[in-house]
T-cell receptor
Framework: DSGVTQTPKHLITATGQRVTLRCSPR?????VYWYQQSLDQGLQFLIQ???????AKGNILERFSAQQFPDLHSELNLSSLELGDSALYFC???????????????FGNGTRLTVT | AQKITQTQPGMFVQEKEAVTLDCTYD???????LFWYKQPSSGEMIFLIY??????QNATEGRYSLNFQKARKSANLVISASQLGDSAMYFC?????????????FGKGTLLTVNP
């Protein structure tokens, strides 16, 4: 058990809809990362938050947004969903943000999103 | 250009034998870290081993070792005495030290199948 909790485990929704994925990082971890895993694109970095502030953006669509709350949990909001958004969405956390080259990301079990 | 290249989409190994999974990387940053993760069919991402760019010795963690050849920019994972439970996707990832972005960039992965 990585200590990172993601809910829900599975989500099935229709095109055009909006969903929210939730992540609770490991106790004490200030950094949260969101990744999207699909068969054709592999593991793609979406966005990183550190202690409530956005720190880095990757290949995140404008239809997607995220935030990290004061209690450090994070939410990823996906709107105007398309079939191509079907993927496994991972949240990960790490202990340090700077100077922590050797700090691994600890991943949650992911949310499997299916858009029909 | 791909930052992380895993050239073996699939590998097969007999139980109890050793196997090497290849990973090459591309960076101009002198400070970086290399990680390997395992993803079983159940989907979770499990951190296996870490190698820093300044580490003098190859990293080892139990049956996992990392064959780090800095001049060749390769960081191959060696699994000794393979077990059936080692059957999974294996991902190589890199974190670069420059800037404030501490994301991991992942390769496409290698699917390892351990045969009895």
């Amino acid at each position: 058990d990585s200590g990172v909790t993601q809910t829900p485990k599975h989500l099935i929704t229709a095109t055009g809809q909006r969903v929210t994925l939730r992540c609770s990082p490991r106790s004490g971890d200030l950094s949260v990362y969101w990744y999207q895993q699909s068969l054709d694109q592999g593991l793609q970095f979406l966005i990183q938050y550190y202690n409530g502030e956005e720190r880095a953006k990757g290949n995140i669509l404008e239809r997607f947004s995220a935030q990290q709350f004061p209690d450090l949990h994070s939410e990823l909001n996906l709107s105007s969903l398309e079939l191509g958004d079907s993927a496994l969405y991972f949240c990960a956390s790490s202990a340090v943000q700077t100077g922590g080259l050797n700090s691994p990301l600890h991943f949650g079990n992911g949310t499997r999103l299916t858009v029909t | 250009a791909q930052k992380i290249t895993q050239t073996q989409p699939g590998m097969f190994v007999q139980e109890k034998e050793a196997v090497t999974l290849d990973c090459t990387y591309d960076t101009s940053d002198p400070s970086y870290g290399l990680f390997w993760y395992k993803q079983p069919s159940s989907g979770e991402m499990i951190f296996l081993i870490y190698q820093g760019s300044y580490d003098q010795q190859n990293a080892t963690e139990g049956r996992y070792s990392l064959n780090f050849q800095k001049a060749r920019k390769s960081a191959n994972l060696v699994i000794s005495a393979s077990q059936l439970g080692d059957s999974a996707m294996y991902f190589c990832a890199m974190r670069e030290g420059g800037g404030s972005n501490y994301k991991l960039t992942f390769g496409k992965g290698t699917l390892l199948t351990v045969n009895p």
